[in-house]
């Protein structure tokens, strides 16, 4: 297996394995927070933020404590624990540093933690043998693609409020559809990178 | 006594179909749509997701509702996440076990059980306030909800982008794949018209 450097699979990470249009992960909250563009900002970075920060200790956790005790079936509870502390250590630390940052981030951060996309990063990671600097890579850059699509619907929805949509297609089933058209435009960024 | 049996049979039953077509947890609330969409281009794949998601919903609304009297209202939530997290381990390790070509395939998504919102919001809305066997039983009804749509977008993806049902060939030798069905745009659209087709069926109750 040929091992990417990390800037490869950071620009990877957001343009062509896009963790919302090609993994499908952290559809949720997509669905649900896309409406507005600024929340849908200020929700991709709080998740940007958290996704580094939470891959990185996952991956020193797993190979440094899980691997060589054996214990690497239990991951998932423990990322899921890693996940939820990481959450709330984060909220505090800004909350003390910066009330600023606090007031953009604070409403978002408590919604990240049963966003699947940090979940789902974190087990991509194991499965595809990252090394450290590879797997902070691809958490940052999984986050910022997760925003770019986030934003990029939000601005879509925002000028479809104004089409007139079958009535039983209003809401999710219109956004599916333009998602999907989105994926359909992200295919051709396949190919930028040599995998 | 026999009154009560119906009543009670009646209950089961319409519990059931609440969870199935009523409030179905993915096109009613469009919950728990990462899995629908990622693990659907195959039958068989959707298949052990879907009993996968069945057993692990069913089996944790019966503990949190067992556990409901003892666990504090403040971890509550990190109590039902340690819940799921442990059925699916065994999920996981089950499927690794007997089918490890499928373990493979459906990759970290049988991991991502876990976050999937339909076990959450059950154990959250029913499962917290219900006694143990109502709970089980919704949980049962709404992992077979999810079941039957992922079944029913299985089925066309499956059958337009790699002309097969099963792995067993359908389509005739020179059928044209439809490529973008099994690739992740399709699942999109497929999900999306399929939303459609189900609050077309039945107009969705307006509550103020």
New interface residues.
Partial sequence: MTTPDPVTVFVASIFINNIL????????SF?GVSREIRASAGLGMAVTFVLTLTTGINYLIFSFVLEPLGLE?????VF??VI?ATVQLVEMIIEKVSPTLYYVLGIFLPLIT???AI??VS??MV?RQYSFLQAVAYGAGSGLGWTLAIVALAGLRHKMARARV????EG??????V???M??AF?GFSGMVAM | MKAITFLRRSYTVSTLRRGVWDENPVFRQVLGICSALAVTNLLFNTLIMGAGLIFTTAMASLTVSLLRARTPQRVRMMAQVLIIASYVVCVDLTIKAYLPETSEALGPYVGLIITNCIIMGRCEAFASKNPPWVAFLDGLASGFGYLAVLMFIAFWRELLGFGTLFGARIMPEGFTLWTLMSMPPGAFFMLGLTVWLCRALMPERRET
């Fill in positions: 249009l090609s993994n499908f992960l952290g559809m949720c669905i079936y239990i991951r998932y509870i899921i624990v939820a049963v966003n699947c979940f789902g087990l991509f499965i079958h009535p039983a297609l999710a089933g219109i956004t599916l559809i998602t999907g058209i994926a359909l295919i």
